[in-house]
């Protein structure tokens, strides 16, 4: 996949904000902090279009990254960082429901987690909420710059373990940082958008 343009086309709060549903979308969630944000922007070449931070909780709406005008790329607000009232997490998962429900243009949602470290009971939650949409299951484990190679198989079982996956090729290693597997994630993304 070649990228030949990006933009930020639309930050939505509510519904009715969303661009038109004309073009292929793939979605990413995952715990706050996570590099989600980074994740699009190594994808598509940029440095920071897809706003990042240090600070969990940057992205607090759904962004959509218009790439080629052709597909649709969409930032979703992390979850899971400790500084949160319970009017905030309600108002998080109405957000990633409302969009959830709402687009018959979604190809598919996938999970980004550290590598590092054991998902956590939101991610798995997260990530059951994924599977009874239907979609494949896909998980990015992010920031693989972070560990030695050799390490990359013991972390990769841990995350199958905690998420209940079964088969190895729906994780795959990756670095926003570093660019570990953007070729395979490109083709992917491919793959996924000619459907
Ligand atoms: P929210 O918008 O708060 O949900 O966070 P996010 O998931 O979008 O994370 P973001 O992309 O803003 O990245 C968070 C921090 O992790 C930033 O400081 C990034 O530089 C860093 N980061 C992201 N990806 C990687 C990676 O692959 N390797 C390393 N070393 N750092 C990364
Ligand atoms: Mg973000």
Redesign the pocket.
């Known amino acids: 996949m070649k990228i030949k343009s990006s933009r930020l086309e639309t930050i939505a709060a509510t519904l009715n904000q969303y661009p038109v549903d004309d073009l292929p979308e793939i979605a990413f969630a995952?715990?706050?902090?996570?590099?989600?944000?980074?994740?699009?922007?190594?994808v598509i070449n940029r440095k920071n279009l897809?706003?990042?931070?240090?600070?969990?909780?940057?992205?607090?709406t759904v962004n959509f990254y218009n790439i080629n005008e052709e597909f649709r790329l969409v930032?979703?607000?992390?979850?899971g960082?400790a500084a949160v009232s319970k009017t905030e997490k309600e108002n998080w998962a109405k957000i990633i429901e409302t969009y959830l429900n709402n687009r018959k243009n979604l190809y598919e949602t996938i999970l980004?987690v550290d590598i590092r470290h054991k998902p956590t009971e939101n991610d798995k939650q997260m990530y059951d909420w994924i599977l009874s949409y239907d979609f494949t299951g896909f998980v990015i484990a992010?920031?693989?710059?972070?560990i030695s190679k050799s390490k990359f198989k013991t972390n990769i079982d841990i995350i199958m373990k905690a998420l209940n996956i079964k088969d190895r090729d729906l994780i795959i290693p990756?670095?926003?940082?570093?660019k570990?597997n953007i070729d395979i994630i490109r083709e992917q993304i491919e793959n996924i958008i000619k459907y």
């Open positions: 995952g715990r706050s902090n996570v590099g989600k944000s980074s994740f699009i922007n190594a897809a706003r990042t931070s240090s600070k969990p909780g940057k992205t607090r930032d979703l607000p992390g979850y960082y980004i992010n920031k693989a710059d972070k990756f670095s926003s940082e570093k570990i």
